[in-house]
């Protein structure tokens, strides 16, 4: 099935996942993480003042400068990530964050945000070339904001218990992956959100998803 869905699921213009695609591996890998034991990263990226892009250069130049944007966040990431295009000039990304060395000291939040800096750092160290004037070629530099949150070590124990629960219905429990989906992803996007807020092109790890249990 995700063979198939590949097949169809791909965005035209980034050759990324389309957002649809992403979330239901998305949920397959969470599963999978926490009966497995291992982590997860999740990467919200955003590049930045892309309307003066557009508006600078016109939208062919935008669409060429988030193809080049997409495809250097695609080659930080090794074959058992996956990435997709979540909407305008935005990109999820989900990375598994394992140790080859069981044995070694291994921090996941680390893992991660050292990730997200080296797709930060690949982005913003591009040069495309937009067009030429008389004293040479006009370039664009982009960069991109990242806000990250790590599973399972940014979901509160007690909420890990509601979110996995054992013995309830496979459909209730398909619900509760949705949600858990979901609120990781929120997590991610309010660590974006602060990254920009502290000046852009910078990467910004999320403390803990803003969910009381309680309300559950």
Same mark, same amino acid.
């Given at each position: 099935?995700?063979?198939?869905?590949?097949?169809?699921? #791909?965005?035209?213009?980034?050759?990324?996942?389309?957002?649809?695609?992403?979330?239901?591996?998305?949920?397959?890998?969470?599963?999978?993480?926490?009966? %497995?034991?291992?982590?997860?990263?999740?990467?919200?990226?955003?590049?930045?003042?892309?309307?003066? $892009?557009?508006?600078?250069?016109?939208?062919?130049?935008?669409?060429?400068?988030?193809?080049?944007?997409?495809?250097?966040?695609?080659?930080?990431?090794?074959?058992?990530?996956?990435?997709?295009?979540?909407?305008?000039?935005?990109?999820?990304?989900?990375?598994?964050?394992?140790?080859? /060395?069981?044995?070694?000291?291994?921090?996941?939040? /680390?893992?991660?945000?050292? =990730?997200?800096?080296? #797709?930060? &750092?690949?982005?913003?160290?591009?040069? #495309?070339?937009?067009?030429?004037?008389?004293?040479?070629?006009? &370039?664009?530099?982009?960069? $991109?904001? #990242?806000?990250?949150?790590?599973?399972? /070590?940014?979901?509160?124990?007690?909420? =890990?218990?509601?979110?996995?629960?054992?013995?309830?219905?496979?459909? $209730?429990?398909?619900?509760?992956?949705?949600?858990?989906?979901?609120?990781? %992803?929120?997590?991610? /996007?309010?660590? =974006?959100?602060?990254?920009?807020? &502290?000046?852009?092109?910078?990467?910004?790890?999320?403390?803990?998803?803003?969910?009381?249990?309680?309300?559950?």
């Amino acid at each position: 099935k995700l063979a198939d869905a590949l097949i169809f699921g #791909i965005d035209g213009l980034t050759k990324l996942w389309r957002k649809e695609v992403f979330e239901g591996e998305f949920l397959r890998v969470l599963e999978l993480a926490y009966s %497995q034991d291992f982590g997860l990263g999740i990467y919200m990226i955003d590049a930045d003042k892309f309307k003066n $892009v557009n508006d600078t250069y016109g939208h062919a130049v935008g669409d060429m400068v988030l193809q080049r944007i997409a495809s250097s966040c695609k080659g930080t990431l090794r074959p058992t990530d996956f990435i997709g295009r979540y909407g305008g000039e935005e990109i999820i990304a989900c990375a598994l964050l394992t140790s080859r /060395d069981p044995t070694a000291e291994f921090n996941r939040i /680390d893992v991660m945000y050292r =990730l997200g800096e080296r #797709i930060r &750092k690949g982005v913003s160290d591009l040069e #495309i070339e937009v067009g030429s004037l008389e004293n040479g070629p006009v &370039k664009v530099t982009p960069t $991109v904001s #990242i806000g990250c949150v790590c599973f399972p /070590d940014h979901v509160p124990s007690d909420l =890990l218990d509601y979110f996995f629960e054992s013995g309830v219905a496979n459909d $209730v429990r398909h619900l509760r992956l949705q949600e858990l989906a979901g609120d990781l %992803q929120k997590a991610a /996007d309010s660590a =974006l959100y602060v990254a920009k807020q &502290k000046g852009r092109n910078r990467t910004v790890s999320h403390k803990d998803i803003p969910l009381a249990a309680s309300s559950r």
